[in-house]
C-alpha cells in the first residue's frame, strides 16, 4: 500500500500535519483574544458606555471599529510570527514524515545532526546511514527536502558534485519548465507530486520524477 502510494501518502501526511498545527493557530488566537480582552475589560466598557450615552449608536459603530482594529494590528503581528513558525515546523515536520515512511518500508536512514550536519550542510537526510555517507558517499543517497520551491530555493539546496547522488524532494503543487531545467543544472533530480510528474512538460526531462517512484529508487 504505501510502496505503490507513497507519494500521495506523503503528501496526505503533511496535509494533515498542517491542519492539527493550524487548529492549534486557531485555539492561540482565541486565548489571545480572550487574554487582551480582559486585560482591557473595564476600559472597554468605559469607553464603548461613554460613547452609547452621549453619542449613540453611530459613534458606538465609530469606537467598537477603532477596538477592533487595535486587536487586529495585535493579531496581525502574532499571525506573521505564527506564518514564520508554520514554514519552519512545516519543513522539520516534512522531513521527519519523509523519512518514517522511508523506514517503515525497509529503507533506513537517518538524518544529520551535530558535526555530521555540519559536514554534509544542506542535507536533509542521508541513506542509509551517515557513516556511510560521510565514508562512502558514492554509496549512498543524499536527500534535500523542500515543502515549497521559493524564490531562494536555488540558494537553500546543494550542488551535486562527482559520484554524489542527491535528490530534491519536494510535494509543492507547481513547477514551472523554467525551475525544472534549474534542477538539472544543479545536477539534481527531482522528486515530485504524481500528478505533476505526468504532465505533458516533464515527460522529455527524465530527472523529474514521480514521487511514488522513490522507494524503488534508493532501495539498495
Known sequence: MIKRNFGKILVLVDENATKIYREYERKALFELAKAWIKRQKIEIRERLEKIILQNGWDKFIDEACKIFSEFGYLVQSMEKDLGNMRKARGGKNFEKALLKLLIFID?????PSGSSKERLKRIDIVIPNIGVALRTPDKAFFLTCKRTLRERWKQEIP?????Q?????????????????????????????????EKE???SMPWI???????????L
Open 107 to 111: 529503507i533506513s536512514g537517518e538524518i
Open 159 to 163: 550542488q551535486a558534485r562527482l559520484n
Open 165 to 197: 547522488r542527491i535528490y530534491l524532494i519536494t510535494i509543492d503543487d507547481k513547477l514551472s519548465k523554467g525551475k525544472a531545467e534549474e534542477i538539472n543544472e544543479k545536477g539534481l533530480i527531482a522528486f515530485i507530486r504524481d500528478e505533476l510528474a
Open 209 to 219: 520524477r514521480k514521487l511514488s517512484d522513490l522507494p524503488k529508487e534508493i532501495r
Open 201 to 203: 512538460d516533464f515527460k
